[in-house]
């Protein structure tokens, strides 16, 4: 990528803006999004990322996009990943183990449950959407 | 396939044990009576907070936040919510509790917590720019460097009242209009990542989940002061948080956002990084700046300010992480909509590092002026174990610790000067009855003491002598002479020494003696620890009443020194006794006394 001007700057923001507000980058309607903060690798948060990605590849699903991003701020609960799925509320779960994170693939992604002791609250309100 | 409705039931041990469980099986039943099985899908959740106000139960997909839930209020929101869509208002939790102003976004909204700070932290990838750029990271540099003249970026910090996030709490805005105001040449811009208090993690979860918005903010800095080149300086012990932002440097170079005329304007800016060696003296400006340099870092005194006379000598504004995280928004914002949020003298949000004996430890930012009580039963779910609340320490080494009777005391800079804290970079430790002040003061002196660089003489001698004496307290050997001795140091410390490290290093012991002086009393006068953490002075003992001659505490003894025949009560020889505490935790038969 070249240097931006102002212009591509502007025009880049506005692609990237309608890629994230409709959660569909690269034709993938879902997401599981893995906290991977410090605290969230010391927990567990890789063990966990990789066995959503092999349960995802078992179970042959491609719709499902698996993204990393920082600390969630709730570290009583590492790991805690976000899933966003359509037709069903985002959701925080918390104390994602590898095991867990295999059971939001079965019964969240394909069963469309949430899964029981496992939801944490988001912490605030988003001030930038 | 798929339900239309959750109900979820807080499972925390609080909420659980609060009738939660009645009151989970209450919903399911009423779901199934009403035919909604299909529909509506009853989970329990972990710790949702709000804990004193429990059981909690929220409806999504509508948020709906209920209180306090009855067994009994069960088929009411099944019946009355779920079917009827009416939210059934007499279990609201009641928003116009909420410090943050409804009208600055209009949401209704039950959250204690505001993320300005932490906006993108948990919700964007780190490592991709796009993702940044996408949730309006850049518009404000660009809204900077093309609407706004450096004197407006700094008028807007101004107006916002955003005051230094490191602890001292000084005016961002005037900081940057001293640099601004020095005749024009080299000027550095530099953010301090130093951040070393036991317990804090502020800004490494700030920098890992996000480090866009630091750099943007160091940019917009360097524009409004008019500096061209940009430090980091980042503690070596922080490798993801480096790794991040490293990444983040070379994307922000390849688009052109560092660098050479960004984004086409007559503007240069550029940022490398420099990694600390872990000295807690270094988050000090003026040692950090001589780390930089290559010295040893060591504190000088000031005047001269950094913003007149800082790196290599010239021009050099210095600001902590979560301080710049705060920039994009108040120039994206508006310097107003922020100056809403807070108190009379302390705008806009704070991140704490929540931990020690609470239920949910975490990362949280909340307006100023929120309370400790709110912080910490409402957000962080209470003390671990139900125990009783003793003290909060802000600050962290440098600060002081907080009694339960300021529980209910509005949170800012001021109001934590007034009762011998300091706000702090934002650790915030929770401790309960099983934590004994003076051996906290301890730990604390302990760590300054480590740290101190030793260059001025109050610091390196005041701090040895404090910790002197909490040991001599802390064994059963301090007199009330040691505390007036004390009480003198920390004043004399707090004056005279060079840097903020030596001046606030007796806070935790100034504090603790002001509110906790029962229980250097009893340290003195009885000898005795309530919290049965100074090993000295305790003493185990084996009620002959209770003990069945099991043998589990002589079998765990490593000094042997517990003796008995088998089913005959036993005895511990406390001349031999290291007070290792083992055979308390294994008899099951509560016989071993400990006083």
Same mark, same amino acid.
């Given at each position: ?34 906290? +991977? ?34 600390? +969630? ?14 037709? +069903?509320?985002?959701?925080i779960y918390g104390n994602v183990t590898a095991e ?24 605030? +309100?988003?001030?930038?959407? | ?6 109900? !979820? ?44 106000? @429990? ?57 204690? *917590? ?5 906006? =993108?932290?948990g919700v964007i990838d780190p490592d991709k720019i ?8 850049? /518009? ?8 706004? /003249?450096?004197? =407006?970026?700094?008028?807007?910090v101004s107006k916002s009242g955003l005051r230094g ?41 700030? !920098?890992? @989940? ?17 500096? &061209? ?26 688009? @052109? ?6 984004? %086409? ?28 340099? %290559? ?17 290599? %000598?010239?021009?050099?504004?210095? =600001? &902590? ?9 108040? !120039? ?21 590092? !929540?931990?020690?004996?609470? =239920? ?20 962080? %779910?209470?003390?671990?174990?139900? /125990? ?11 600060? @002081?610790? #907080? ?64 910790? &002197? ?19 003198? #140091? ?16 007796? &806070? ?59 089913? *005959? ?12 505490? *083992? ?13």
């Amino acid at each position: 990528m070249a240097k931006l001007t102002l212009a591509d700057l502007r025009k880049l923001r506005d692609e990237k803006q309608k890629s994230m507000d409709k959660r569909d980058p690269s034709n993938k309607d879902a997401q599981i999004i893995v906290g +991977m903060g410090t605290c969230g690798i010391a927990a567990g948060a890789k063990e966990t990322f990789n066995a959503i990605i092999e349960e995802l590849d078992a179970k042959g699903i491609s719709h499902v996009l698996v993204r990393q991003t920082g600390c +969630m701020g709730l570290c009583h609960s590492e790991p805690t990943v976000e899933v966003i799925v359509p037709q +069903m509320p985002v959701v925080i779960y918390g104390n994602v183990t590898a095991e867990t994170g295999r059971k939001i693939v079965d019964d969240h992604i394909i069963n469309k449950k949430l899964i029981d002791n496992h939801i944490c609250d988001k912490p605030a +309100m988003d001030i930038v959407r | 396939m798929g339900y239309k409705q959750y109900i !979820l039931v807080c499972g925390g041990t609080a909420c659980e044990s609060n009738k939660g469980v009645a009151l989970f099986a209450a919903l399911k039943k009423a779901v199934e009576e009403n035919g909604l099985v299909n529909d509506v899908q009853v989970v329990r959740t972990g710790c949702l907070g709000f804990c004193e106000k @429990g059981p909690i139960v929220k409806i999504l997909p509508q948020d709906t936040f209920y209180v306090e839930v009855k067994p009994e209020d069960a088929v009411v929101i099944v019946k009355e919510h779920l079917i009827k869509g009416r939210v059934v208002s007499r279990l609201l939790y009641d928003k116009n509790q909420s410090k943050i102003n409804v009208g600055i976004e209009g949401i209704d909204f039950y959250q204690k *917590q505001f993320r300005i700070v932490l906006r =993108n932290c948990g919700v964007i990838d780190p490592d991709k720019i796009d993702e940044y750029i996408a949730r309006d990271g850049y /518009k404000a540099l660009e809204k900077a460097l093309f609407e706004m /003249k450096p004197q =407006n970026v700094i008028d807007e910090v101004s107006k916002s009242g955003l005051r230094g996030r490191g602890g001292a709490g000084f005016p961002t805005g005037k900081k940057w209009s001293f640099a601004a105001m020095q005749p024009a040449g080299q000027k550095y811009m530099v953010c301090n990542a130093d951040e070393g208090d036991p317990g804090a993690y502020m800004d490494r979860s700030t !920098l890992e @989940g996000d480090p866009h918005s630091v750099l943007e903010a160091m940019t917009i800095a360097g524009y409004a002061i008019g500096a &061209n080149m940009g430090y980091v300086y980042i503690r070596a012990e922080y490798p993801l948080a480096i790794q991040r932002l490293e990444t983040a440097i070379a994307q922000a170079r390849e688009y @052109g956002l560092l660098g050479q005329n960004i984004l %086409g304007s007559d503007f240069s800016f550029d940022i490398e990084l420099r990694l600390g060696a872990g000295a807690f003296v270094c988050g000090e400006e003026t040692a950090l700046l001589a780390s930089i340099e %290559g010295k040893r870092g060591m504190p000088s005194p000031r005047p001269p300010f950094p913003a007149v006379k800082g790196l290599w %000598g010239r021009p050099t504004v210095i =600001n &902590n992480v979560e301080t710049l995280a705060n920039i994009p928004v108040i !120039l994206l914002k508006g310097g107003l909509w922020f100056s809403k949020i807070g108190t009379a003298t302390s705008k806009g949000t704070k991140v704490f590092a !929540l931990t020690g004996k609470i =239920n949910n430890s975490g990362l949280i930012e909340v307006p100023m002026g929120t309370t400790l009580r709110e912080i910490i039963f409402d957000i962080g %779910g209470g003390i671990r174990g139900g /125990k009783a609340f003793k003290a909060a320490q802000t600050g962290g080494p440098s600060g @002081g610790m #907080i009694p339960p009777q300021f529980l209910d005391l509005p949170i800012d800079y001021e109001s934590l000067a007034k009762i011998g804290s300091i706000m702090g970079s934002g650790g915030l430790i929770v401790m309960d009855e099983d934590d004994c002040i003076p051996d906290i003061a301890k730990f604390y002196l302990d760590f300054t003491v480590d740290e101190s660089c030793g260059k001025c003489a109050p610091c390196r001698i005041g701090g040895r002598k404090l910790l &002197n004496y909490l040991d001599a307290i802390c064994k059963g050997d301090g007199t009330y002479e040691d505390i007036d001795n004390m009480k003198e #140091i920390s004043e004399a410390m707090s004056r005279a020494s060079l840097c903020g490290l030596g001046q606030t290093a007796s &806070n935790p012991v100034q504090s603790s003696l002001r509110y906790f002086m029962d229980e250097y009393k009893e340290h003195i006068d009885d000898k005795k620890c309530r919290a049965g953490k100074c090993k000295n002075l305790l003493r185990y003992s084996i009620d002959t009443a209770k003990c069945v001659g099991c043998t589990a505490c002589a079998r765990v003894c490593p000094v042997n020194c517990i003796s008995g025949e088998r089913k *005959q009560p036993h005895t511990i020889d406390s001349t031999k006794c290291i007070k290792c505490g *083992q055979c308390f935790e294994v008899c099951k038969f509560h016989a071993v006394n400990r006083a």
